[in-house]
């Protein structure tokens, strides 16, 4: 079944310690995203890419970090900059062929810091 | 301002009436919208999307669009406990390439 997975499900971060968080889809989608959400708010965009080795800042990329090498892969790292990463982080990829294209989501990672 | 703003919740119907859920945007470049629906701890999943001015309806889900306005809402007829979830509305614009979303509307549906 196609999809998109993320990894791992919980972690937990240390003072100082820089985290990656991995994304893969299966769905040879073009675009893909990252989002952040913290509890009882919506989605807030981090980073997005729409082509292989090409992306974007979205509306709070301080203290993150991404790469797209692979058309499938998307993986964020968050930084020890990021001072207050904990948060439930979604994956997300659509099509890119037409604008009424959904997000198709990863079941998400809540990272929390020890 | 928010780029997206969702009427502010909770918002609790009993069993069988309407819940209705509103948004507005500020970026005239909009071209889609959608309405997610998230239970909690899980990811959201697509209720419906529409991009013309005018109604969407589909089963117990009316989607409305007012480009002019910049409003978009979603009604639930006959509403179910199994509605209660959080409602994020989402909208995309085509040159930026990305959506943005409302901070969402929880909804009680108390039996």
Redesign the interface.
């Given at each position: 079944d196609g999809g998109i997975t993320q990894s791992p499900k919980y972690l937990f971060r240390k003072e100082g310690q820089n985290v990656t968080l991995s994304c893969e889809q299966n769905l040879n989608h073009d675009?893909m995203?990252w989002?952040r959400q913290d509890p009882?708010?919506?989605?807030?965009?981090i980073y997005?890419s729409?082509i292989v080795n090409d992306f974007?800042k979205?509306d709070i990329a301080e203290g993150y970090s991404v790469s797209r090498e692979k058309k499938e892969s998307f993986p964020l790292t968050v930084t020890s900059a990021q001072k207050n990463p904990t948060a439930?982080y979604?994956c997300a990829s659509r099509r890119?062929s037409a604008?009424?294209e959904?997000?198709f989501?990863?079941?998400?990672t809540q990272l929390s810091v020890l | 301002q928010k780029e997206?703003e969702?009427n502010s919740g909770p918002l609790s119907v009993p069993e069988g009436a309407i819940a209705s859920l509103n948004c507005t945007y500020s970026d005239r470049g909009s071209?889609?919208f959608?309405w997610?629906r998230q239970y909690s701890?899980?990811?959201?999943?697509?209720i419906m999307?529409i991009?013309s001015n005018g109604d969407k309806e589909d089963g117990r889900f009316t989607a409305q669009l007012n480009k002019a306005s910049q409003y978009v809402s979603l009604l639930i007829r006959d509403s179910q406990p199994s509605d209660s979830a959080t409602y994020?509305c989402?909208v995309?614009n085509?040159n930026a390439?990305?959506?943005?979303?409302?901070?969402?509307t929880t909804l009680t549906v108390k039996p």
């Open positions: 675009a995203y989002y009882g708010q919506g989605l807030r965009l997005y729409q974007q979205g439930f979604l890119t604008t009424n959904k997000l989501f990863g079941s998400g | 997206v969702q071209q889609s959608f997610y701890g899980k990811s959201p999943e697509l999307f991009y994020l989402a995309y085509t390439g990305k959506s943005t979303f409302g901070d969402g």
